[in-house]
Structure formats: structure tokens, C-alpha cells
């Protein structure tokens, strides 16, 4: 037995064979001229024919999609005919260079060039090294390269996967999924929570010596623990029982019974993260108790303009008509250098991550987010959901009070009598604490807002100052890093201080989490006990949450809370609050 251990994205104990990514296509040969006869005009059309037939199967292959998935095929769609891509393969190919050849060192230097930039823009390299050999494979007139096919399901095994190959992954087949590469915020992880697949990212050997686990001989048996980040190859029968009660204790967490709450009563409301109305109306169906993130970023993507309010209003009520009389908190369109928008943002920043993105983009592109507030307060008027509307990236208390006052001029904010007895806000004003600076100045920013939703993975990935894409960090974008549950912390006293006397829960203004450490059970656990009041997470990981909160008293999950803060690294804490939680090792957790 070989094993190899990582970080465990998704939780789940499965036995399977092992099938490998296959290799991608062979680079074409330095120099390779064009055909002979073949004239540079009709090569550039030979190409820019390939890019575009990518593209629409791409599209295609989106619109069948939902959520993070649609949106990375979408994105991936885009790079098939990016202008700097095919802009500099078509010189390329008029100085005399085959089409491929031309395409090859044309994705080469954007890459590179993303890579250097790091952050989000660092991940995009991977969407121009996946439609390269795409469209080289059209212009091959072969496969492209992507997922096995199989008979019977297997455990994928990968160096790392192209987002849109991750995209399109079938539960179905794929028991599991482990990459050599990536880290626990990549899209590889995100999409792996989402689909419910047990996942492990950034796996070595533990023999430093050994082969990779991108080595291990297709169709051998091969063992994953998702929750412990750790494959083995040649399993025994400890894994087969193992695998088997995690078979027999997941169909146990396939029921939410509507009500989040610890074993003494106390509530914290579980709501998912939802990116359009299909993925609300799911949520709705798994008794989610609203929307703790509305991703609007949907209906920006794949476009070069700005979409029309009446667009708009449309989208944002179809999601609201999910949840009538809940909770929906929508996140003004988060993008920017690092997610480039035609007609929002510059491309070529030097750093996107620390960049124009979020919030600020209304510094260079006056006029997008207040008409975003407009739609989305008329879309709120026609609906009967409760409307909770917040802004990424706020750094200061200035940039909250800011947007509180775009929001009151669009309506956004304002009192409506909902019953006989009590008038209190339809629409709400928050902010979303994804920056250091916002959860150490937590009193002052919530002094001009009415709530506060914390973005774990950006918040672990500033605190930390690791680029959450890259595998050799994985271990410092954790959010059980105590620095990180000391600025969540910090952000509920700071609620606690600003509250008024018609505050939240314990007189505090509500803070809620809504990035991935939400999905951790055990993680949950911790941020409920540091006061936190709503968890939001995507719908699948709501009833293993929701059992393990069930299983102890707040108070506990308190005492858990300070443990975990006083502990010396993320590995410990987590260790800490495992060991005091027997019930995530009987739900296979």
C-alpha cells in the first residue's frame, strides 16, 4: 500500500479504480512552417474557424450547466476567442508559422502573463492552456483531451484539471477526484463540494521519494478519504469498511428539516450560495432557510456591455420568487481586474487581486453599481422575499457609509409594514468583511450598515498573503487558521459595539459567513461559537451542517470556538475541535 496525502476538499470514503487524466496533446514542433502552398490569409481563417467552433461548444456545454459550473464554462468560452490570444497567434502565423505552432507559443506568453500576475488571473492561464489544446486538437482533426471515458465509475486522478473539464464532471461516474495540483479555494475544490464528490487537492507521497499519485496504473484499486485529504493504492479491509459505512452514513444526510439550531435550542439559520433561479429553486427544495449569497455575476459574464435594467430586474426577481418571505442576500457584481468585464475593468493590472475589483470598480466605472442597486430595488418591490443587499470588497467605513448611500438613493433600505404588528426593513444595507482592514475597523464599518457577511476565502487568502490557487500555499489558505478566526472575531464584537437597541440576535447587527469554511461541518461548529449568526453554503453540504450543530449545545461550541483561536496552527485546531466531535467520525465526516 502507497499512500499519498493532501487537502481534503469534500468529505467522503470511497473504494474505486483509478482512472488518470491522459496526457495532454504534444506540443507542435518549434518553428513548424506553414503548409506547403498554404497561404498565411486562409491559415488565419483555419484558425480563427477552430477558436470559434471551441467557443460554441463551450456555450453549448453552458447553457446545459448551472452555477460555478455555468459560469467557469462560460469564462472558459470566452478565452476560446480572447483578442490578445488570437491577436498574436495571426502575427505569428503571417511571419510564416503553422496555425498550431502559432496558437501554441501565442497561449504560451498569455500564460505566462497571467501567472506573473497571480491571483484569479493566475487561474485563467489554465482556461488558455485547456482552449489551446482544444482548438489544436480541431485543427488536428482529433480529440481533444478531457475526462476518461468509462463503464464503470472510477477515482480521477490529475496533476490538475482545466476548469471547464471540471465543470462537467458526472457524479455519476466519478467516485472521487484527487489532483497533485491546487488549493482548497480553486475551482477544482469549489465544484467538487458543490457536486458532492469526495476530493483531495495538493496530494504528495508520503515517501518524498516515490512516484506521484499521477503514476498510479489505471484500473488499480485505490482508495480516497476526502475528509482526511489522503489516498491509498492496494486498499484492504479496513478501507472496505470504511468505504461502506460512509456509503450507509451518507444516505442519512440527505434530509434538512428546515431549522439550523444547537442541541439547546439556540438557532443559526442555514441558507445556501446560489448564482441564478435554477440554483435557487434547488435550494429551496432542500429546505434551505434562504439565500445567504446571491452571486449576480451570471449576467455580466459572456458579454461585452452592461446588461439593460429590465434584464436585470427579471433575473434578480426569478431568484427572489424562490424564497417568498426569507431572507435573500444579494452581492452586487463582484468583478474586476481579477474577473475582466469588457466594459468594467482593466485587464492588464499588475497585481488584480490587490486591483480594481468589487466595490472599487465604481471608482473607474461610474454609474454600473448604482444601476445594479435600481434593478435590484425595483426587482425586490415586485417580490414578497426579505432583500439583504451588500457590496464586496468594502475596506473602510468610509466605503461603507458609501454605498449605504447609493443604496438609500435606489430605494434600497427603506421600512415596509409586513404584518399587523410590526414594520421592520424589506430591503437591508450590508457589507461583505472579506478584508482585513474592514474586520479590524468591524465597529465603525457596521456603524453605517445593517449587517455584515463574512467572505471566508478572500478573508483567509489576504490575512495569510498565499495566493489561493497555488498548491505549494494550500496549507496557509485554510480558514481554520486561528489569525482568520480571530478577525471573525473581531468582526462579531464589532457588530456587537455598532448595534442599536433594534439590533440582531443579542443585540448585536447579524454577521453571517457565506464563503466555503461555512461547509465544514466541524469549521461550522467554530464560527456559530464565535457568534456568528447565519451560515450559507452551497445546498448539498446543508444536512451534514445542520446534524453536527444538532449534536451539541452552544455553550460547547463556544468553549470549541476559543479553543480553536488559542491553538498554534490551522492543522491543530482543526485536530482540537475534530477530537471533541465523535459525531463526525459516525457520520463519515
Known amino acids: 500500500m502507497i499512500s499519498f496525502k493532501g487537502v481534503g476538499v469534500a468529505p467522503g470514503r470511497v473504494l474505486g479504480p483509478a482512472m488518470t487524466m491522459p496526457a495532454a496533446l504534444e506540443a507542435p514542433a518549434a518553428g513548424m512552417p506553414l503548409a506547403e502552398g498554404q497561404l498565411p490569409e ?8 477552430a477558436a470559434e467552433a471551441v467557443r460554441d461548444e463551450l456555450k453549448q456545454r453552458a447553457e446545459a450547466a448551472s452555477g460555478e459550473a455555468r459560469a467557469v464554462l462560460e469564462a472558459t468560452a470566452l478565452m476560446a476567442t480572447d ?25 504560451e506568453e498569455v500564460s505566462a502573463m497571467l501567472q506573473r500576475l497571480g491571483g ?62 491546487g488549493g482548497p479555494q480553486s475551482h477544482t475544490a469549489i465544484i467538487a463540494r458543490a457536486l458532492g464528490l469526495p476530493a483531495v487537492v495538493a496530494a504528495r507521497n508520503d515517501a518524498s521519494a516515490g512516484p506521484p499519485v499521477t503514476e498510479i496504473e489505471d484500473g488499480s484499486s485505490v ?14 479491509t479496513r478501507e472496505e469498511e470504511l468505504s461502506a459505512v460512509w456509503a450507509e452514513q451518507a444516505s442519512q444526510l440527505q434530509n434538512f428539516d428546515g431549522t439550523g439550531r444547537f442541541a439547546d435550542g439556540r438557532e443559526v439559520p442555514l441558507l445556501a450560495n446560489v448564482g441564478n433561479a435554477a440554483e435557487a429553486v434547488a435550494a429551496a427544495e432542500a429546505s434551505a432557510q434562504g439565500i445567504g449569497l446571491f452571486r449576480t455575476e451570471f449576467l455580466f459574464l459572456d458579454r461585452d456591455s452592461e446588461p439593460g435594467a429590465a434584464e436585470q430586474i427579471a433575473a434578480y426577481r426569478s431568484v427572489f420568487e424562490a424564497f417568498p418571505g426569507k431572507k ?6 463582484d468583478a474586476g481586474a481579477d474577473k475582466p468585464l469588457p466594459f468594467l475593468s482593466d485587464a492588464e493590472e499588475p497585481n488584480p487581486a490587490l486591483g480594481v475589483r468589487g466595490y472599487r470598480t465604481e471608482l473607474t466605472s461610474t454609474g454600473v453599481l448604482p444601476r445594479q442597486l435600481e434593478a435590484i430595488a425595483q426587482a425586490a418591490a415586485g417580490s414578497d422575499a426579505e432583500v439583504w443587499v451588500m457590496a464586496p470588497m468594502i475596506s473602510t467605513p468610509v466605503e461603507a457609509a458609501e454605498f449605504s448611500e447609493l443604496c438609500r438613493r435606489a430605494g434600497l433600505g427603506d421600512s415596509v409594514l409586513v404584518n399587523q404588528q410590526n414594520a421592520v426593513p424589506k430591503t ?5 468583511i472579506e478584508v482585513p482592514a474592514a474586520a479590524l475597523r468591524a465597529e465603525q464599518v457596521l456603524d453605517r450598515v445593517d449587517f455584515a457577511s463574512l467572505g471566508t476565502n478572500d478573508l483567509t487568502q489576504y490575512a495569510l498573503a498565499a495566493d489561493r490557487q497555488l498548491a505549494p500555499l494550500a496549507h496557509f489558505n485554510d480558514s481554520w487558521q486561528p489569525a482568520v478566526l480571530a478577525l471573525v472575531k473581531m468582526t462579531v464584537a464589532g457588530a456587537k ?40 453554503m452551497t445546498a448539498r453540504a ?11 449545545d452552544s455553550r460547547t461550541a463556544q468553549e470549541l470556538a476559543e479553543a480553536a483561536l488559542a491553538a498554534p496552527s490551522a492543522e491543530a485546531a482543526r485536530e482540537t475541535v475534530r477530537a471533541a466531535l465523535p459525531v463526525l467520525e459516525s457520520l463519515g465526516l
Not at 42 to 49: G, H, K, P, V
Not at 98 to 104: C, D
Not at 328 to 333: F, S
Not at 545 to 551: D, F, I, K, N, Y
Open 42 to 49: 486562409a491559415a488565419i481563417s483555419q484558425l480563427q474557424e
Open 83 to 107: 483578442s490578445m490570444l488570437l491577436k498574436s497567434a495571426r502575427q505569428k502565423i503571417t511571419s510564416g508559422l503553422h496555425p498550431e505552432r502559432a496558437l501554441w507559443e501565442a497561449a
Open 120 to 181: 484569479y488571473m493566475a487561474e485563467r492561464s489554465r482556461d488558455v492552456q485547456d482552449v489551446r489544446s482544444r482548438v489544436i486538437a480541431r485543427l488536428r482533426g482529433v480529440p481533444a483531451p478531457g475526462i476518461p471515458d468509462s463503464l464503470e465509475p472510477f477515482v480521477l486522478i490529475a496533476a490538475d484539471l482545466a476548469p471547464a473539464d471540471t465543470a462537467t464532471l458526472d457524479p455519476a461516474k466519478v467516485l472521487a477526484l484527487v489532483t497533485a495540483e
Open 223 to 236: 482508495y480516497v478519504d476526502g475528509t482526511a485529504g489522503e489516498l491509498r493504492t492496494n486498499p484492504g
Open 328 to 333: 435573500v442576500v444579494v452581492r452586487t457584481l
Open 428 to 432: 437591508r444595507v450590508g457589507v461583505m
Open 497 to 536: 459595539a455598532a448595534a442599536e437597541t433594534t439590533g440582531g440576535q443579542d443585540g448585536a447587527k447579524p454577521v453571517g459567513v457565506c464563503g466555503e469554511a461555512a461547509a465544514d461541518p466541524a469549521l461550522a461548529v467554530v464560527l456559530a461559537g464565535l457568534g456568528v449568526t447565519t451560515l450559507s
Open 542 to 552: 446543508i444536512p451534514a451542517v445542520a446534524a453536527v450543530l444538532r449534536s451539541i
